[in-house]
C-alpha cells in the first residue's frame, strides 16, 4: 500500500469517526432527558391546560416574585400584573368562610396558598390567582 493510498485511508477513518461522534450525540440530544423535559414544556404550555395548582407556604414576597415551600420544596412564582388574589372569611356564625376578592397586599410570609399557574412556552411559571387558604386550628 502506497503513502497517498495510507494517508487518504487514514483521512477517511477519521472523518467516519467524527460523523459517528456526531450521530450519536444528536442521538442521544434527540432522545435523551432534555427531549423528554422539552416535550413536557411543550406538553404543560400548550392551550389544554388553563392552568395548574401550585400549594405551599408563603416563605418570600419580593416584588412580585412569590415564595411558596410545600414538604421541603421551595418554588419562586412570578404574578402577573393583573394576579387576581382571593382569601376567605368568616360571615356572621356561618359554618363555611366566603370567598372574598383581596388585594395583592394581603398576601403574607406564613400564608398557605393556592397559586394557579400557566407555564409558559419556554418553560417558566407565571401565577394568575392566589387563593389564600384559610387558617386550621391545627396550624394555630
Known amino acids: 500500500m502506497g503513502k497517498k493510498q495510507l494517508t487518504i485511508l487514514i483521512v477517511a477513518g477519521a ?10 450525540y444528536v442521538s442521544i440530544y434527540k432522545t435523551g432527558p432534555q427531549a423528554v423535559e422539552r ?19 408563603v416563605q418570600a414576597i419580593e416584588g412580585r416574585n412569590v415564595t411558596v415551600s410545600n414538604l421541603g420544596d ?3 412564582i412570578s404574578l402577573i400584573d393583573s394576579a ?10 356561618s359554618a363555611a368562610p ?5 388585594a395583592f397586599g394581603d398576601i ?3 400564608d398557605k396558598v393556592n397559586i ?17 387558604l384559610p387558617a386550621l386550628a391545627s396550624d394555630k
Open 116 to 132: 394557579s399557574v400557566r407555564v409558559l412556552p419556554a418553560g417558566g411559571l407565571e401565577g394568575m390567582v392566589v387563593t389564600i
Open 74 to 76: 421551595n418554588l419562586t
Open 39 to 57: 416535550d413536557t414544556i411543550n406538553s404543560l404550555s400548550s392551550k389544554v391546560f388553563s392552568s395548574i395548582i401550585a400549594y405551599g407556604q
Open 84 to 93: 387576581q388574589v382571593y382569601f376567605f372569611e368568616a360571615i356572621g356564625g
Open 15 to 24: 472523518v467516519i469517526a467524527i460523523l459517528c461522534v456526531a450521530l450519536a
Open 98 to 102: 366566603v370567598q372574598k376578592k383581596g
Open 108 to 110: 403574607k410570609v406564613g
